[in-house]
């Protein structure tokens, strides 16, 4: 029992039942801070509080929080179709929407597979991979790489390639799963933008063919730019090469595209903003504005044919989700996509790149401040850890930054920003302004 002293009925008197995911369950429920309503830019506390949302939620509302458009298209879709089934049955919107989404995916992009999350979506599209392979005769490419600090959700396939040790540590993981070297590199600290330097980093992957033989490995899984790590932006001409290594030896590059798609680096997809393609991209979080859950898996059309055609009659891939597009998660993409077109939001947050640089990098003299790092509307600002409590200073800011009317993310020390696409310049200095307070009274 976690009993809470109010007399507000609208809030729970126990908060022992939830087992929260991904949380300090015990130190949460001896001081909760909850969020009751969200409008735009901003969340609200229960007693009414305004927090200034420097982070799209978990970097997925970002649209803003509870646009009108995508409310009502939820509201109308809930009165219409409840549920429809897609396995050998669907709902006319799904199609529809899947051309759309492929629409505003690179050229070649022609199928999406649907699921329910970034770690469905990443799941589904490592066995995509698998099944490519097998389907062109390379059955024996099983092996499937990911790159260290990397985070691909909670799935047994997102953990075994992910690269973040907590999230690996307590549980079995897949057989022949491997690693290339992560691009973080502390002699390139303050950079602003990609980093001049570790194109060669690429070259890990050599290093990895090198040793299981290019015939064992399906695919590699990358974060175009690492997100739950801290944002680590990739050097120049490190995805390019990347790309050119996979072509070499036949192995699939992934784009797990769950936070960096949807405008965050100021256009589509980070495939298009670096213009580099890969073969799959794993989408969820902006596909809905975080208003329904959904992920998806967006294809090469080269990769559904040969998986299809290679198939004898009946089911070609034994996988999906009772939930695959969902009728309301269709509805809120649906009207998400056109959101995001009617007011021009990735565009928009192109156009706020430079300012949203000036104003990360401006905190690089405040107290405890050792890099910063940005692109897009994404900046990762980096403290020194307090001695040998990892963490703590970090977590302390955030607190500070939830006192003071800011919601802010901390992942370990960094302090992760990714706000709404529809932050204006004054909130980028509100919020900025928020953060350097709370390095000055930090220890
Ligand atoms: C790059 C990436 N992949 C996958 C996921 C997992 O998404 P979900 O939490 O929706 O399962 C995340 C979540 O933050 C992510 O950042």
Request: aromatic share 8%; glycine share 10%.
């Amino acid at each position: 029992m976690t009993p809470l002293d109010h007399a507000d009925p609208t809030l729970p008197n126990d908060l022992s039942a939830f087992w929260m995911p991904f949380t300090d369950n015990r130190a949460f429920k001896a001081a909760p801070r909850l969020l009751a309503r969200a409008k735009d830019m901003h969340y609200f506390t229960p007693d009414g509080r305004a927090l200034l949302d420097g982070t799209s939620g978990l970097w997925c509302v970002n649209a803003g929080h509870t646009r009108e458009p995508i409310v009502e298209a939820i509201r109308r879709e809930a009165g219409e179709l409840d549920y429809a089934p897609s396995f050998n049955l669907a709902h006319p919107k799904a199609f529809e929407f899947a051309q759309r989404l492929t629409a505003i995916l690179p050229a070649g992009f022609d199928q999406v597979f649907f699921g329910n999350s970034g770690s469905e979506a990443v799941d589904s599209a490592l066995k995509i991979a698998l099944a490519y392979q097998r389907a062109i005769g390379q059955a024996g490419r099983t092996r499937l790489i990911g790159r260290e600090k990397g985070y691909h959700g909670v799935g047994f396939g997102g953990i075994s390639v992910g690269g973040l040790p907590n999230n690996r540590r307590a549980f079995t993981l897949l057989p022949g799963a491997d690693h290339i070297r992560h691009t973080l590199d502390p002699a390139q600290a303050f950079t602003r933008g990609q980093p001049e330097n570790g194109v060669d980093l690429a070259d890990d992957l050599e290093r990895l063919v090198g040793l299981h033989g290019a015939e064992t490995i399906a695919a590699v899984i990358v974060e175009p730019v690492a997100g739950s790590a801290g944002v680590i932006v990739p050097p120049k001409g490190y995805l390019e090469r990347l790309r050119a290594i996979c072509d070499r030896h036949g192995i699939l590059l992934i784009f797990d595209e769950v936070i960096t798609a949807f405008g965050r680096l100021g256009a589509a997809t980070a495939a298009e903003r670096f213009g580099v393609t890969p073969d799959l991209i794993t989408l969820a979080k902006g596909l809905t504005n975080a208003a329904v859950p959904m992920g998806a898996v967006g294809v090469r059309g080269a990769i559904y044919d040969a998986v299809v055609g290679a198939s004898p009659a009946g089911i070609e891939l034994f996988h999906g989700y009772t939930y695959s597009a969902h009728p309301l998660a269709v509805a809120a993409g649906r009207a998400t996509l056109e959101l995001y077109a009617a007011e021009g939001l990735f565009a928009r947050a192109a156009g706020l790149e430079a300012r949203w640089a000036e104003a990360v990098h401006s905190l690089a003299d405040a107290p405890h401040v050792k890099d910063v790092r940005n692109l897009g509307l994404m900046a990762g600002i980096e403290l020194e850890p307090r001695g040998e409590a990892v963490g703590k200073r970090g977590a302390e800011v955030f607190q500070l930054c939830f006192d003071s009317g800011a919601l802010v993310r901390v992942t370990g020390d960094t302090v992760a920003l990714s706000p709404p696409l529809i932050i204006s310049p004054e909130q980028i200095d509100e919020l900025v302004g928020r953060i350097r307070e709370a390095l000055q009274r930090v220890d």
